[in-house]
């Protein structure tokens, strides 16, 4: 496979992902976005731990949708996601979830 195989196999499912996202974007009541990841859910915890003086946080989610063009299933039932990075949570409104049109 030569690099530009590789370059639009990437650009396909990168693609592919974007789609998915707009067809279940309107199904999610919240967005989170950890260093790693980007998650829709409609239903989270957030624990704020102490370990030895370092502080991380604990995300549990239930259905979630998880931006990862990597993952064949990409919903998932339960999530835990423990991360020592800040957390971005964010409540969708219902004009956030109109996607433009022509793309």
């Known amino acids: 496979m030569s690099a530009e195989d590789l370059e639009n196999y ?3 499912m990168e693609l592919q992902l974007y789609r998915e996202y707009r067809d279940v974007v309107g199904l999610f009541r919240y967005v989170i976005e950890t260093e790693r990841r980007f998650y829709l ?12 003086g370092d502080v991380f946080f604990e995300i549990t989610m239930s259905d979630a949708w998880v931006w990862d063009m990597y993952r064949p299933q990409r ?9 020592f990075k ?8 219902k004009s956030d979830l109109q996607i433009p049109s022509g793309g």
């Open 10 to 12: 990437e650009t396909d």
């Open 41 to 52: 859910t409609n239903e989270y915890n957030l624990e704020v731990r102490n370990a030895g």
């Open 75 to 83: 919903l998932v039932k339960n999530v835990k996601v423990v991360t």
């Open 86 to 93: 800040d957390v971005n949570i964010e409540e969708l409104a």
